[in-house]
């Protein structure tokens, strides 16, 4: 027999007990130091295409696999712009994609990050001076890191991606 | 009389190693005409220069090429959509590019262009301003009130291409699915044009990254034969083994997606990881992890040391010793299991869109651009299932013929010089080779060794439209594994 209570009765967890605010105290002060670098090292990354040829996503691929293993650095990429701290943008900016970077980019909660990733999104690569293309991220974003090559090796982004990490903690 | 016997009766103009034939527009019409009650001819590739139409057809019964051109008059020639749908892209790209119109044609909506370049038919002798155009660009009417609209892209969130995908949902299946490509053209053939071929080689490198030797070599193979000069055979060879090499890489990579949308994290973190592990001995004996400009018009860019090659054993050691495992896992997991029945395509309809690769051969239409070169030995696999476990299977297959095929590679390496000098010289050459995704060809006219008109034809061309009719019936969820399953990418065909 079910007890018909069990529907009406709010379920909650029982209270927590009150923190004692003199450990508190001591605790805050130890961690004022270092709160930053320990609470600030997580960054969710949003990738957005700017018209790359694929390479720089083989690459950005790999930086989730189980040899570079991201995510321990605290790095995760994350599939929408609403979601991110940084968005990384591969490709040279073709004229057709620049709405949609905008719009990524307006989505995006400050305080954001843009980091160009692979030649193309530098300055437009070899495409540089084509019809259809921008030069690069930074024509209509603002770009705070560049990783370049073409495509960068998974072990440069790792670097690049870390480095703007150590900066967000500081 | 047939299509095929049109084409071989007109003129034909000195196109290496196949002739280009001349049709006079009364005789093109004909032929357009005659198609569509001949299955025997497939349509590979539609493309223009300023002047002309080229099409390049594939004899099904011998897998023979065959070039056929009609002069445009008055702006327009006669659409091959009516016979053969897959036409009906490359209309639509030859319209936005050169300003052609195809008469008759089944779809006359803009295709590359979304109205955002600085003039229309860029390739034309005269651009003109742009028209005005909608974005996001115009799809097809609903079939029906009621019915939900999903749109996808063009940024996808997931590390991905930039392409658009429209579901038209009943429920939980999806009722129709338009994809639009174009967000990534980048000018390619206008950076080509006028341009000496070993500089135009570094475009081609970058039309597809998953397709990048096989688009460097049927480039490369294309100039050499325009201009009649052959590569070197240590690096005909060299080629060969790289062309091997990115077929295995581009599976696994592809197999570890797959897993992922399949719901098999186990098959996707070991493909990755063999993955990454391979790339990393082609950087070391190759100098690019994806062998990116190492292909190049005359030979290859760098000859292999000693070192390099030990590392080329090693990464090909490797994975052959991790198949058998990888090969227990798919069929343990349930990858393979939820794959069965997904995405089928028959034969007819690869015929149709003259689809090649993994997706061709699970539907058992058999060619491979290897047998049409100097590799007859290759036999690839068929199979006539048509579904995603197919396509998954044939890739597994594959990576092991690749394995067992650049074994015999490093064991015949000759010496010699990797390159030879290109003559400057004008003449017209068209070349193929068989990248992880199907063929690719390369069409180029060279005017005193520099590059008047040139096309790639990427196997996207075929496999989206294929994607776009496997998905329609499918459910929502199984959308992705589909998409998967066809190794979809944007840039190659958005040129
Ligand atoms: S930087 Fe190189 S690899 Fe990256 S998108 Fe550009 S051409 Fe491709």
């Known amino acids: 027999m079910i007890d018909p209570r069990r529907f009406w009765r709010r379920h909650a967890a029982d209270p927590g007990p009150t923190p004692d605010a003199e450990t508190t105290q001591s605790l805050a002060a130890r961690l004022d130091s270092a709160s930053q670098q320990r609470l600030g090292r997580s960054l969710a990354i949003c990738h957005v295409n700017a018209g790359s040829c694929g390479g720089c996503e083989l690459e950005l691929r790999a930086l989730t696999g189980v040899l570079y293993d991201l995510e321990r650095y605290g790095l995760r990429f994350v599939d929408s712009p609403r979601h991110a701290d940084v968005l990384v943008t591969t490709g040279p900016l073709t004229r057709t994609l620049r709405t949609a970077l905008e719009q990524a980019w307006d989505a995006t909660p400050d305080p954001k990050w843009v980091v160009a990733v692979g030649d193309c999104a530098v300055d437009g690569g070899v495409f540089k001076g084509s019809y259809a293309v921008l030069a690069g991220t930074g024509s209509v974003v603002p770009v705070d890191l560049t990783i370049s090559g073409c495509p960068p090796t998974p072990a440069r982004l790792l670097a690049g991606l870390r480095a703007l990490l150590e900066a967000n903690a500081r | ?495």
């Open chain 2, 1 to 495: 009389m047939t299509a095929a016997a049109i084409i071989a009766s007109a003129g034909a103009e000195s196109c290496h190693p196949w002739p280009r034939h001349i049709l006079t527009p009364t005789d093109w019409a004909a032929m357009a005409a005659f198609l569509v009650a001949d299955p025997s001819l497939a349509l590979v590739g539609l493309w223009a220069d300023t002047t002309h139409v080229h099409a390049l057809f594939l004899t099904e019964a011998e897998d023979l090429p065959l070039l056929a051109s009609v002069p445009v008059e008055a702006g327009a020639y006669t659409a091959l959509s009516p016979a053969r749908p897959g036409a009906a892209w490359f209309e639509r790209l030859i319209h936005d590019l050169w300003g052609h119109a195809a008469t008759g044609g089944m779809d006359a909506r803009p295709w590359l262009d979304h109205g955002l370049w600085p003039h229309s038919a860029p390739l034309s002798p005269r651009p003109v301003p742009p028209p005005a155009m909608a974005e996001p660009p115009d799809f097809l009417p609903p079939t029906e009130d009621g019915l939900f609209q999903l749109p996808i892209g063009p940024i996808i969130g997931c590390i991905d291409d930039a392409w658009h995908l429209r579901l038209t949902l009943r429920g939980e299946t999806v009722e129709r699915a338009e994809a639009r490509l174009g967000y990534t053209h980048k000018g390619t053939l206008a950076l080509m044009r006028g341009k000496p071929p070993r500089t135009a080689a570094r475009f081609v490198a970058r039309l597809g990254a998953e397709a990048t030797v096989a688009h460097s070599l049927a480039f490369a193979l294309a100039t050499e034969a325009a201009l009649a000069v052959a590569a070197p055979p240590r690096a005909a060879t060299l080629r060969r083994m790289m062309g091997e090499l990115e077929r295995i890489t581009v599976h696994l990579g592809d197999l570890a997606l797959l897993g992922d949308a399949a719901g098999a994290p186990g098959v996707a973190a070991t493909c990755g990881e063999q993955r990454e592990l391979l790339a990393r001995e082609l950087e070391i004996a190759f100098g690019h992890r994806l062998m990116m400009d190492c292909v190049v018009p005359g030979g290859v860019a760098a000859d292999v040391g000693p070192e390099g090659m030990r590392a080329v054993r090693r990464g090909v050691g490797r994975v052959v010793t991790a198949l058998p495992g990888l090969r227990r896992l798919l069929e343990s997991s349930a990858c393979l299991t939820r794959l069965v029945g997904l995405g089928r395509v028959d034969r007819q309809m690869v015929h149709a869109f003259a689809a090649g690769g993994v997706a061709g051969r699970a539907s058992g239409r058999r060619f491979d651009a290897r047998q049409l070169r100097d590799e007859r030995s290759v036999t690839a696999p068929i199979d006539t299932t048509g579904d995603a476990a197919a396509r998954c299977r044939l890739q597994l297959v594959e990576i092991e013929s690749s394995l067992r095929l650049l074994g015999r590679l490093l064991d015949t390496l000759p010496d010699g010089g990797t390159s030879v000098a290109l003559p400057m010289l004008s003449g017209e050459g068209i070349g193929c080779a068989e990248s992880a995704r199907g063929d690719v060809w390369h069409w180029l006219r060279l005017d005193h060794g520099q590059i008047a008109a040139a096309f790639p034809r990427d196997p996207g061309w075929a496999l989206w439209p294929l994607a776009e009719w496997a998905m329609q019936g499918a459910a929502l969820e199984d959308v992705p594994a589909i998409q998967r399953s066809f190794g979809l990418t944007a840039s190659g065909a958005d040129l």
